[in-house]
């Protein structure tokens, strides 16, 4: 086909009446043209949108329908050929349809087929490799398995021929599985070899000793894959490990480990580098790849057997010992003299290797810490709990480290970033043996109160009479300043905690209820933790909610679903209760991103108590949702009629979503909830595998707490299995 008739009856389409990611598809035509045409420049730029708008990050629109045809002619006529196959196999490749039939831009683009099937044949290896990605994606087997198989006959390129296998396999897996058998020995080509390995692991043939030799043999493999045609597969040894612990069976895992310790231990810097990466990847999949692979992975920075370890190599293991913690406790002898270097001045690898032997092996970074405070803002981080919120990860107490946040303390213009932050809440959590540094938090606490002000409550609710009449002394004035910022709100908090005074407290409160969602939200949850005593805050309570004209975004929701909760605990209203949360529910059914905001109106839900019946069905309906399902099932718990709930199914649900890691942790909450002893058998071995079982249940989320949390998911099974058992007994 000639380049003048690609384009043919382009202006005849309906691009005004289909819509891709930003809308109309009005432009689409001169994005075309423009792609179609001789400035090289021009046709870059549209190729670029043209990926931004009809494969936006994966998603197909129906305005991508449109435009396959007319990019497979100009695919056909030589045009940019490897360059719009690609943006074609990303297309077919797609499983995102977005207000489009399902299928439905894979199949235009199989109705192509026949067109692109003699790029198969062209004399630019690129060509012929994008050519084989793009029709094996658009699942015609019947017509693209034979020419597949021709090509691979004829083809002697390296590389073009791994890509032929690899779409064989896609389309046919024992067919690929068969082809690669004959292609493992280790006289052929890397690629070859690395395609075959990946085509035998996608048919699901058991792992052998020729897999793991062969895929040793091609190490380093990032290089043979630069040509991007299978992204998911762009670090091969990580895809590997994946495949094989995916599978689930031991014998898969120890083939996993073996293989990574193998590679640990190259003598190739290159190798040991790609070891390193994919053995990460291992232990965020696998409670016991760490275990299995720390010798390894020390001995890959040359840290075993007391050797002198690579600085730079360390530092690549920095962030895996930080999120390991305690299990990474064999690394902390090599880690210590880098963490120690350079006290008295600031050193980036110091810090960041100091940060990971904080988590560690505290013990042994308290001394470091002490002397080089101010200059290690990351291994503070860390230590104040700060790096990982929510972990309760804070530093033991140390004389010489308190004394060296009471100097700091004592110089506040030298404090700098979330350093008042981090010197507080390591504080705070010491208790009363922080007590010696009372006057200097109290000296501070107008410059920083909304760090300081906890802090000094905590620690004087211990302690006598004289240091707690002191401590309100000093954050009174500030919790009764005029607001601007939380600085007032925190230290009325403290104020209430440390005295019982409620007064500046219910006048913050009052404030923020005539602010924003954000700060109502605030506010009406501090109203609910105070209860009766917040009867004076009603008013402003009910005023606060939002009216027909407010805007139904998730975080006037959310102050809606904390007001309900107020109304509940201050004046037990559960009647507006009801009504607001029926309303913050009703908005949330069909809205996919309002998962917490859902799951918050469940929880607040719960607390109406059977005053709550009404909002059965609303409720009923979250559990088709698994990142809703665990707040829905405390709720119909707590208000629906005990004879109409099947416990047995809503524990079934529960566990789902926990193996869904769609709520772990909130399954766990409803389990204890619902009473684990009377769980059917199927339910208590099912809460067993996701305990015992080798893959992590929290596999997402913040990346320096999926390891610490799934390690605390487990511990609280275990502990629910136990007390089980013990009732049982």
Not at 214 to 233: F, I, N
Not at 706 to 726: M, V, Y
Request: aromatic share 2%; with cysteine.
């Amino acid at each position: 086909m000639e380049i003048a008739h690609a384009l043919d009856g382009l202006d005849d389409r309906p691009w005004s009446a289909v819509s891709h990611a930003y809308g109309a598809a009005d432009g689409l035509p001169d994005l075309l043209r423009a792609l179609a045409g001789p400035d090289d420049d021009a046709a870059d730029e549209a190729l670029s949108e043209l990926y931004g708008c009809v494969l936006h990050q994966g998603t197909v629109y129906a305005a991508t329908v449109e435009t396959v045809p007319f990019l497979a002619r100009i695919a056909a006529a030589g045009h940019r050929t490897a360059d719009v196959l690609a943006l074609l196999g990303g297309m077919a490749e797609s499983e995102d349809d977005h207000a489009v039939a399902p299928g439905a831009v894979r199949e235009a683009v199989a109705r192509q087929v026949p067109l692109l099937l003699p790029l198969l044949d062209a004399d630019e290896r690129d060509v012929r490799r994008w050519a084989a990605w793009a029709v094996a994606h658009s699942r015609a087997s019947a017509l693209v398995l034979p020419a597949l198989r021709a090509r691979w006959e004829r083809e002697h390129d390296p590389a073009v021929r791994a890509e032929v296998l690899t779409a064989i396999a896609r389309l046919d897996p024992a067919l690929g599985a068969e082809t690669a058998a004959g292609v493992l020995d280790v006289g052929r080509p890397a690629e070859l070899r690395l395609a075959a390995v990946f085509a035998a692991l996608d048919a699901g043939v058991p792992w052998s000793g020729a897999h793991h030799t062969v895929m040793l043999s091609v190490l380093p493999a990032d290089p043979l894959m630069s040509a991007g045609t299978q992204p998911e597969r762009g670090e091969p040894l990580c895809a590997v490990v994946e495949a094989l612990l995916g599978r689930g069976g031991e014998a898969e895992r120890e083939a996993a480990f073996a293989l990574l310790d193998e590679a640990l231990r190259d003598v190739r810097e290159e190798v040991r580098s790609e070891a390193r990466w994919a053995a990460d990847r291992a232990c965020m999949l696998s409670r016991s790849a760490p275990r299995r692979l720390l010798p390894g992975l020390l001995a890959s920075v040359g840290a075993g057997a007391g050797g002198t370890p690579d600085e730079r190599g360390l530092l690549g293991l920095a962030s895996l010992f930080e999120r390991l913690g305690p299990a990474a406790a064999q690394a902390a002898p090599a880690l210590a003299p880098l963490a120690g270097r350079n006290p008295d001045r600031k050193d980036d690898h110091a810090d960041r290797v100091l940060a990971a032997l904080v988590l560690v092996a505290p013990a042994d970074a308290v001394p470091l810490l002490a002397r080089a405070l101010g200059r290690r803002p990351r291994a503070l981080n860390a230590a104040a709990g700060l790096h990982a919120p929510g972990d309760g990860v804070v530093l033991p107490y140390d004389d010489g480290l308190l004394d060296a946040v009471r100097r700091r303390l004592r110089c506040p213009d030298d404090l700098v970033g979330n350093e008042p932050w981090q010197l507080t809440r390591l504080l705070t959590a010491w208790g009363v043996r922080s007590a010696a540094a009372l006057p200097e938090l109290r000296a501070v606490l107008t410059r920083f109160p909304t760090q300081v002000a906890p802090a000094v409550a905590a620690i004087a609710a211990v302690r006598p009479p004289g240091e707690r009449a002191a401590a309100a002394e000093a954050l009174r004035p500030v919790a009764e300043a005029e607001p601007g910022g939380d600085g007032a709100l925190i230290a009325a908090k403290a104020l209430h905690a440390l005295t019982g005074d409620d007064g500046p407290l219910l006048r913050c409160l009052a404030r923020r209820l005539s602010e924003g969602p954000r700060e109502v939200a605030e506010a009406a949850s501090a109203a609910a933790e105070l209860g009766p005593r917040a009867v004076p805050l009603a008013p402003a309570l009910r005023a606060a909610l939002s009216g027909p004209d407010d805007p139904l975004i998730h975080p006037v929701l959310d102050a809606d679903t904390a007001i309900a909760g107020a109304l509940c605990a201050v004046e037990g209203d559960t009647a507006t209760a009801v009504a607001v949360l029926d309303s913050v529910l009703a908005r949330t059914a069909d809205d996919p991103w309002a998962c917490w905001t859902a799951g918050r109106a469940a929880r607040a839900a719960a607390r109406t108590g059977p005053a709550g019946r009404p909002l059965t069905a609303r409720l009923e309906a979250l559990l088709t949702d698994p990142g809703r399902t665990p707040a829905a099932v405390l709720a119909l718990c707590a208000v629906a009629d005990p004879a109409t709930l099947d416990r047995p199914a809503l524990a079934s649900a529960v566990l789902e979503a926990a193996e869904q890691d769609a709520d772990p942790t909130g399954a766990l909450d409803v389990l204890e909830v619902m009473g684990i002893g009377a769980l059917p058998a199927d339910c208590l071995r099912r809460l067993e595998r996701l305990a015992e079982g080798d893959a992590r249940i929290v596999r997402s989320g913040l990346e320096n707490r999926i390891i610490r949390q799934d390690e605390a998911f487990r511990l609280r099974a275990r502990a629910l299995l136990a007390s089980a058992g013990a009732g049982q007994g």
